[in-house]
């Protein structure tokens, strides 16, 4: 006997063709599946009534294991248990060694890719394979539980996620065997599902303090598009810090001398027992006992109130740091939305409320938040609902640009423009008879290429010489709803073009990533004092290497020593002071050389006249 | 004339109500389409159409157009889980024969 769902009116769908869609959180620590039935998202428990799947993946010789099981291994195998995969998205082989918070796994690269795989005793897995394991576990829960294949489904990702990692949990999905509507940024999913997208326009703070990490954002609702004004957080700050605090005070107030890895777990599961315990209860009984060691106590919520304080104003910092990046006050937030299992521990909701000034949303369960938006756009995107003006518009995190002369960044689309989005900015060449042109795609806000991340890298080969400034280089970039992009290049009066899909090469690390924003404003003022800098050394060039040309030609027949003489000297200086002079001098002497030469140029224009019309008949000369 | 909600699909049905915020009652009906013939519809409603009967059952509003009426009279909807799946069931005394998956079915 079927079991059917209500539809919104009109919108029956006929038998065997119900549009099933499915919004997956892929968390850290917990992944989490969702969905909307009869109007309604749910989160889809398994077979024992549990929402929650570990992000654990263990490997054994035959077959490997997901969730809860693999969770159990880790401590016995950690070689084989793989956690925390999420934190190796997108990630090089460079920036492994870097992450000083990723288990002591083997990696091991191969010669045909840079992608680190890490060795189980199940083979060789890369961190995109090791997250298909685990969406493929979601994604037959829920083909179980909605008695359907699934259409498509809308996977989260946080807000600070780059191009390489969006990339890499894409690739997931495909290696996975689904059909991704579309990667949505974990603060927009915890907005919707609160239905903060049906507001017209507002100032959204979402505070995600989950297991092991700490997010704030800061987005901004306008007509239906989200834009993220500010990310900011610690990638080494949640509940696990509170545990370790608590265990701490135990270890303290016990006396124990001895703490080996058995005691110190003991110690850790007991402190986040009476952690929840105090999310209601005013005090709790914590007991160690075991055959050497025998304590208990009780511990009031003040007590570990005064415990956690110092972590939760952390937060807070974080938050000052994120409301100043985004250049908005605390009274302009409309509403403050509760991420992550952490923030049910009542100081931190009593801490936030108190900074923000206001009672934060925390009506829905906070672990469950981010994939009950994202279960909701994903029925949207399905086509479950009628006149559905709402699809949800994502921004660019992060400007994307092009290196032009002199190492600087050219933004082609700035960042925080709704994707998906097309823009196209012509360029030309800098030298005489130039017949290529490498096109160098980087993403940030600095206004140097060397400060900004490297995506890509190709050229535009085999158009016709021409002379400088004359060739007309259309560079067109993409950026797909997903915040992947492709860049294409043409040359407009030849018709030769090319184009590449931003395969990103990886190179960030998590810190770098949240830093770049911040760095960009830090350095607002450097920045565009080395950009005036750069670009009039790039103008210094250009003027020598034009008067080199045009001696060289004709210098000899138009010009008396003393003239040649004169114009050598103020290139000279110039070139001389190239690359140690100020932005102000180079001005000056740049124009200096320009007067110096000014005659020259005049002179070089008569004679070119002249020699047109050298030998002619005024008749043959076209007037 | 009438159509039954059992106890368990009343109370989901003014759940999921709640849970949309809008909407007058829940509509049943069936469309000529599928394996079998006729399917069920199953949904919101949030106007009346003409020829539209009301029930009021167990405090929900039911919404049947008469040309369905003739196939759903004496249907007792139920709401089961089986396994992880759960939803609506018809169970209508008026299908005789319906196809493998129960979506579809003849009269």
């Not at chain 1, 992944?31 to 054994?60: I, K, M, N, Q, W």
């Not at chain 1, 009950?372 to 949800?392: H, V």
């Not at chain 1, 114009?567 to 110096?596: F, M, N, Q, Y």
């Amino acid at each position: 006997m079927a079991l059917l769902q209500i539809s919104e009116p009109g919108q029956s769908a006929t038998p065997h063709q119900h549009r099933s869609s499915a919004g997956i959180d892929l968390g850290t620590t917990n992944s989490l599946v969702a969905t909307v039935r009869s109007g309604e998202a749910v989160c889809l428990p398994d077979e024992e009534g549990r929402s929650l799947l570990p992000s654990v993946v263990h490997f054994a010789s035959s077959g490997r294991l997901v969730g809860h099981q693999a969770e159990a291994l880790q401590n016995s195998d950690p070689m084989n248990s793989i956690a925390s995969i999420k934190r190796l998205m997108g990630r090089g082989q460079e920036d492994v060694s870097r992450l000083d918070d990723v288990r002591p796994y083997e990696f091991v690269t191969r010669a045909d890719s840079s992608v680190p795989r890490i060795h189980t005793r199940g083979g060789d897995f890369s961190a995109v394979e090791i997250s298909a394991e685990i969406l493929k576990v979601l994604v037959q829960r829920a083909r179980q539980s909605i008695n359907s294949e699934l259409d498509g489904v809308v996977i989260t990702v946080p807000a600070y996620f780059d191009d390489a990692q969006r990339q890499a949990t894409r690739d997931a999905a495909t290696l996975a065997g689904l059909n991704l509507f579309r990667l949505l940024n974990e603060p927009t999913a915890a907005a919707v599902a609160y239905g903060l997208d049906q507001n017209a326009d507002g100032l959204i703070a979402v505070f995600d303090l989950g297991g092991g990490t700490f997010d704030i954002s800061l987005l901004r609702l306008n007509r239906g598009v989200f834009e993220v004004l500010a990310t900011g957080g610690d990638s080494s700050l949640g509940g696990d810090d509170m545990d370790h605090a608590l265990g701490e005070w135990i270890i303290a107030e016990a006396g124990f001398s001895d703490v080996d890895a058995g005691l110190a777990r003991r110690i850790l599961l007991a402190a986040r027992a009476a952690k929840e315990n105090l999310t209601c209860a005013e005090s709790t009984q914590i007991t160690i006992d075991d055959r050497k060691h025998q304590w208990s106590a009780t511990i009031t919520r003040e007590r570990f109130n005064e415990l956690i304080h110092g972590l939760v104003a952390k937060t807070l910092t974080a938050c000052r740091r994120a409301l100043r990046d985004a250049a908005v006050s605390k009274s302009e937030i409309d509403e403050v939305v509760m991420v992550g299992g952490s923030t049910r521990v009542p100081l931190v909701q009593s801490m936030v409320a108190e900074y923000f000034e206001r009672k934060p949303m925390c009506d829905l369960d906070p672990d469950k938040v981010v994939a009950l938006g994202a279960a909701i756009q994903a029925d949207i995107l399905a086509g479950n609902k009628p006149d559905s003006d709402m699809l949800l518009l994502d921004v660019l995190p992060l400007s994307l640009g092009i290196e032009t002369m002199g190492g600087l960044s050219e933004k082609i689309i700035t960042r925080n423009t709704a994707i998906p989005v097309a823009r196209a900015q012509e360029f030309t060449t800098f030298k005489d008879g130039q017949t290529a042109m490498s096109v160098h795609v980087v993403q940030g806000e600095r206004e140097l290429v060397s400060d900004c991340r490297s995506l890509a890298r190709f050229e535009l080969r085999g158009f016709p010489p021409m002379t400088a400034g004359a060739a007309r280089i259309r560079v067109t970039y993409q950026v797909d709803a997903d915040g992947l992009m492709s860049v294409s290049a043409e040359e407009i009066t030849s018709g030769v073009a090319a184009e590449i899909v931003v395969k990103p090469s990886y190179g960030l690390t998590d810190s770098e990533i949240e830093s770049m924003l911040r760095a960009s404003m830090d350095h607002a003022r450097e920045d565009i004092e080395l950009r005036m800098h750069k670009e009039q050394q790039v103008e210094a060039r250009r003027v020598i290497e034009a008067i080199d040309a045009a001696m060289k030609q004709d210098g000899e027949a138009l010009l008396t020593v003393d003239e040649s003489a004169s114009i050598e000297k103020h290139r000279h200086s110039l070139e001389s002071a190239l690359e140690t002079a100020d932005t102000e001098k180079l001005r000056r002497l740049v124009r200096a050389l320009e007067e110096a030469s000014e005659f020259y140029v005049a002179r070089r224009m008569d004679n070119s006249v002249k020699q047109a019309l050298a030998g002619k008949q005024i008749d043959e000369v076209d007037v | 004339m009438a159509i039954h909600l059992s106890d368990k699909a009343a109370s989901r049905v003014q759940h999921f109500l709640q849970n949309r915020g809008k909407g007058i009652g829940l509509r049943l009906g069936v469309k000529t389409t599928g394996c079998s013939g006729l399917a069920y519809v199953i949904e919101f409603v949030d106007e009346l159409q003409e020829g539209d009967e009301v029930f009021e059952t167990k405090g929900v509003k039911v919404v049947v157009d008469a040309k369905s009426l003739v196939f759903l009279d004496g249907t007792e909807v139920d709401f089961a889980r089986v396994g992880l799946n759960e939803g609506f069931q018809f169970k209508n005394p008026n299908a005789r024969d319906a196809c493998g998956c129960g979506e579809s079915f003849t009269v």
